[in-house]
């Protein structure tokens, strides 16, 4: 993305926008968008590219700290956390609630567990 480009979110319906932003910014740091030790993006720098008021993304980084994702580090600024240990937690956490989910809506599209095990063996995704 070219220096001013402003990237455009579109939020759901459901579900508050801080706790979108919270799952945006815990799949960026899980998926390695946000690497390890990295010195994570200001307030005002977030609030700009996901268009809201710097509180909500104030209240959003105060969770991922909570959960132990990002370090604050006083007069310096946030940091992705470097103790594997929670990140590998929080990844199988993110997994299975992935799963989960899946599972679940699979259930009510009445997609049956063969049927389903059909589609990821010819899936070209998980080869």
């Given at each position: 993305?070219?220096?001013?480009?402003?990237?455009i979110?579109?939020?759901?319906t459901v579900?508050?926008?801080?706790?979108?932003?919270v799952?945006?910014?815990?799949?960026?740091i899980?998926?390695?968008?946000?690497k390890?030790?990295e010195?994570?993006?200001t307030v005002?720098s977030?609030?700009?590219d996901?268009a809201?008021n710097?509180?909500?993304?104030?209240?959003?980084l105060s969770?991922?700290?909570?959960?132990?994702?990002?370090?604050c580090?006083?007069t310096?600024?946030?940091?992705?956390?470097?103790?594997?240990t929670?990140l590998?937690?929080?990844?199988?956490e993110?997994?299975?609630?992935?799963?989960?989910?899946?599972?679940?809506?699979?259930?009510?599209l009445?997609?049956?567990?063969?049927?389903?095990i059909?589609?990821?063996n010819?899936?070209?995704?998980?080869?």
């Amino acid at each position: 993305m070219e220096s001013g480009d402003k990237m455009i979110w579109k939020f759901e319906t459901v579900g508050s926008i801080s706790g979108q932003i919270v799952s945006t910014l815990r799949n960026k740091i899980l998926c390695g968008e946000y690497k390890i030790g990295e010195q994570f993006p200001t307030v005002r720098s977030l609030a700009s590219d996901f268009a809201v008021n710097p509180n909500i993304i104030q209240k959003s980084l105060s969770v991922l700290e909570q959960e132990g994702l990002l370090i604050c580090k006083t007069t310096v600024g946030r940091f992705v956390t470097d103790d594997k240990t929670i990140l590998e937690k929080a990844r199988e956490e993110y997994k299975k609630s992935f799963i989960e989910a899946v599972l679940n809506k699979s259930a009510q599209l009445g997609i049956d567990k063969n049927t389903l095990i059909k589609y990821i063996n010819e899936s070209e995704v998980l080869k």
